[in-house]
């Protein structure tokens, strides 16, 4: 083997949800200058071929943009079928959307809205990985990632739904590593505050007051931050790495309070 682990992704076929925006984008542009064709998914489809055609102006590399609600199981058979149908395999796999609305107390929070939460955080990432992971393991080998969050161990009182659903992604990713084992590697990342475009709607000054406080590196993350711990699941540099959750957060679910 080379001295140095090949983070190169050639030939791969890489799904990515919530691939449009935000840390998703950043790892669907990182697979593509690494070789991959990436698929971008998300539920607005113009965004998505939107972003496929930028990836490929910038890397030269085969990108495809399809609309699709994780948060439902018939728009995520449709994307995988689809993806199969047109290139016949996927490689990586990487659960990416999310969302996690506010609320001012517990009793705001209605069944829909807690529904949609577990949804798209939950249900979603489980069936696409019921589904992909099964064609890896048919295939040969195969890579899942799953984007967690540091809510999932440290828990804030205005995102519990939320939390609850990433903490059962922890879980999934735990045991679809063994269930996919030993030809299919499922691994997580769980990044903390990430200054992509959902912070402009942070109070920024709290934040950076917070971050003095309670973030060892006392910043937020720059959404390029993601790609190290992506590209290294993602590619044969973590061939002997499975059922991990790389903690990508600026040290600051380590004593959070």
């Known amino acids: 083997m080379p001295a140095t682990p090949p983070f190169r992704l050639d030939d791969k076929i890489a799904v990515i949800t919530g691939g449009s925006r935000g840390l998703g984008r950043e790892m669907a542009f990182a697979f593509a200058e690494q070789g991959a064709t990436v698929v971008v998914a998300s539920r607005k489809e113009d965004s998505c071929i939107e972003t496929a055609k930028e990836i490929t102006a910038a890397t030269g590399a085969t990108a495809l943009g399809i609309g699709c609600h994780v948060g439902k199981w018939a728009d995520c058979d449709r994307l ?17 959307a999310g969302m996690s609305p506010l609320y001012d107390k517990l009793t705001d929070v209605s069944e829909e809205l807690f529904n949609k939460v577990l949804d798209v955080n939950l249900k979603g990432p489980f069936r696409l990985s019921a589904l992909v992971g099964e064609q ?35 879980a999934m990713t735990l045991g679809l590593a063994r269930g996919f084992s030993p030809t299919v590697r499922v691994n997580g990342i ?33 959404p390029g931050e993601i790609v190290g711990a992506a590209l290294y699941l993602a590619s044969d540099a973590s061939s002997y790495t499975t059922g991990t959750i790389i903690k990508v957060d600026g040290g600051s679910a380590y004593g959070a309070h």
Do not use: C, H
């Open 190 to 222: 769980m990044p903390g505050p990430f200054l992509t475009d959902i912070s402009e709607a942070w109070d920024m000054e709290a934040f950076e007051r917070r971050a003095q406080n309670d973030i060892p590196l006392q910043r937020g993350g720059q």
């Open 80 to 96: 995988a079928s689809t993806v199969l149908e047109r290139f016949g395999k996927i490689d990586v796999l990487v659960n990416n």
């Open 136 to 170: 890896m393991v048919s295939a040969g080998g195969g890579v899942i990632i799953n984007v967690s969050s540091t809510g999932s161990v440290a828990p804030r009182g205005d995102i519990i739904p939320y939390a609850m659903a990433k903490s059962g992604l922890n």
